[in-house]
């Protein structure tokens, strides 16, 4: 596709569900990023892809937090019996390495 | 640890105004510095990328200035627009670190007719 693509774009989940976001990266591009965005804050890092190894996993903030790319293109980042605190932006971004960042629309997920 | 400051938090001034932009990062040891434009309720849009052997980059209206050993970025918007409200973002792809990005939480910038 053209850009980096994200769905869902807004979910709504009931504490202790389990949710899965997905992003579909620009074709080609080799390293993948998932940041969380907090409301009126910038963009954390949570982790990140080179093809379908995960280099850096150091921001997902705890171990209900999983992402995977297991053929080196979609990513999907799962969440495990969500939390309040879990609520935020997820935003997707690929890109060469180092190089710029092209970002999705972002999945909104608000846990209830 | 990289930190990344933006200063103004926020920012409002009358159409046709040039204006200046501030980030400001700890850690020089960088790959890149990119500034971004986010619309609210979306996601990022890139604007301009400087590699850190650069000193400046320019698009349009835009220009980007580097300086690595002081840790600073300005982001220059010239003859602004009410098109121009967003929240403006900066990121420091650093070499400890290698790609992931630290960002500033933004400026908002309001352009008034």
């Known amino acids: 596709g053209a850009g980096v693509s994200q769905s869902p774009r807004y979910k709504v989940a009931k504490r202790g569900q389990d949710v899965a976001l997905r992003c579909d990266p620009i074709?080609?591009?080799?390293?993948l990023f998932w940041y969380q965005q907090a409301l009126g804050q910038g963009p954390e890092f949570l982790t990140y892809?080179?093809?379908?190894?995960?280099?850096?996993k150091s921001g997902l903030p705890s171990d209900r937090f999983f992402a995977e790319r297991p053929e080196g293109s979609v990513s999907t980042l799962k969440i495990q019996r969500t939390q309040q605190e879990d609520s935020a932006v997820y935003l997707c971004?690929?890109?060469?390495?180092?190089?710029?960042?092209?970002f999705g629309e972002g999945s909104r997920l608000t846990v209830l | 640890k990289q930190e990344v400051t933006q200063i103004p938090a926020a920012l409002s001034v009358p159409e046709g105004e040039n204006l200046v932009l501030n980030c400001s990062f700890t850690?020089?040891?960088?790959?890149?510095l990119q500034w971004f434009r986010q619309d609210p309720g979306k996601g990022l849009t890139s604007l301009l990328l400087?590699?850190?052997?650069?000193r400046e980059q320019t698009s349009g209206r835009l220009n980007a200035s580097l300086d690595k050993s002081s840790g600073r970025s300005t982001l220059y918007i010239a003859a602004s627009q009410p098109g121009d409200s967003a929240t403006y973002l900066c990121a420091v792809e650093g070499q400890v670190a290698a790609g992931k990005s630290t960002f500033g939480d933004g400026t908002t910038l309001t352009v008034k007719p």
């Open positions: 850690d020089s040891a960088i790959y890149n």
């Open positions: 400087i590699q850190s052997s650069q």
């Open positions: 074709s080609g591009h080799v390293s």
């Open positions: 892809f080179q093809n379908e190894a995960q280099l850096d």
């Open positions: 971004a690929s890109g060469e390495f180092p190089g710029e960042l092209f």
